[in-house]
């Protein structure tokens, strides 16, 4: 395009960073896009919008340059574009996964300031941001938030509160969520929800539990991923059940899923165990 004079334009530049986003391995190409992008900007006078400025700093979280996702969000404030509420969920995502749940909070506030409508993705950001800090009891507050604004809980939020009653092994209330989760007819339980649900009960050592939602999750004709093999192994490992976890194993194969190492590495050391 460049050596034909076509000067890209916010449609294709979204593009190509959505395209780098998708691939987990190109972060190298996602620097190099931003250069470009930069180069452009200086010799054109191109004018990056809202969209793809959302783009360019979500990839960058997704990369973990964080630096660069706020350097990002600082430009669109000096060059007066607006961030909508997707910016500032993918700013709450920036700092949860960067472990400063403060600066998250303080990105919510500040959307509350600037009268930002907060919604359901908005929430599930904020929550997710939470469990993955260790703050199930703020996750659980922002929840009951979510439901008096009248904002329905999505499946998002959902299973993002069974991962984080799984983290605190409280398989009790992880199953709760589920229940209430089912109840709500805009919010159906996907493949992670039964995933997450499965390791929380794993993670309680409760196997014919895990053995039951993984009934249910067949009968919903969900088909099992490594992640669902790998975490009933995981559970016939440390329940000394190998025979199962062999089945399970087998099954994989049968079905295509390649195992990674990890779960080669704890079915081989129980076999091994079983030896002593």
């Known amino acids: 395009m460049i050596k034909n004079s076509i000067i890209p334009d916010n449609f294709t530049y ?3 960073i959505n395209g780098i986003k998708s691939n987990n391995n190109r972060k190298r190409e996602l620097l190099k896009a931003i250069n470009l992008l930069e180069q452009l900007q200086r010799d054109t006078g191109f004018q990056p919008d809202e969209i793809l400025y ?15 996702c706020l350097s990002l969000f600082e430009e669109m404030k000096k060059r007066n574009i607006k961030a909508s509420s997707v910016t500032y969920g993918i700013l709450i995502k920036a700092y949860g996964k960067n472990n400063d749940l403060v600066k ?5 506030d500040l959307m509350k300031q600037n009268k930002v409508k907060i919604n359901a993705v908005t929430y599930g950001c904020m929550i997710n941001a939470c469990i993955k800090n260790d703050r199930l009891d703020l996750a659980i ?6 439901k008096e604004d009248g904002i329905y809980l999505n499946t998002i939020v959902y299973t993002t509160l069974i991962k984080g009653f799984s983290k605190a092994r409280n398989l009790k209330e992880a199953l709760r ?9 805009r919010s159906k339980p996907n493949l992670i929800t039964f995933n997450c649900l499965i390791n929380a009960c794993v993670r309680s050592s409760d196997m014919d539990k895990a053995w039951e939602i993984y009934e249910e999750m067949k009968q919903g004709k969900y088909r099992p991923d490594l992640i669902t093999f790998s975490t009933l192994i995981k559970g016939c490992c440390r329940s ?8 399970l194993f087998m099954k994989m194969l049968d079905r295509r899923i390649i195992p990674d190492e ?14 002593k």
């Open 14 to 16: 979204s593009i190509l």
């Open 54 to 68: 959302n783009s360019l700093i979500d990839a960058c979280v997704k990369f973990g340059e964080i630096n660069k």
């Open 104 to 108: 998250a909070f303080k990105i919510f």
């Open 141 to 146: 507050v922002l929840s009951k938030k979510m």
């Open 177 to 185: 969520i589920f229940d209430e989760m089912k109840d709500n007819h």
């Open 240 to 247: 000394v059940d190998l025979e199962q976890a062999h089945s």
């Open 262 to 275: 990890a779960i080669m590495n704890l079915f081989l050391e129980s076999c091994f165990k079983s030896l």
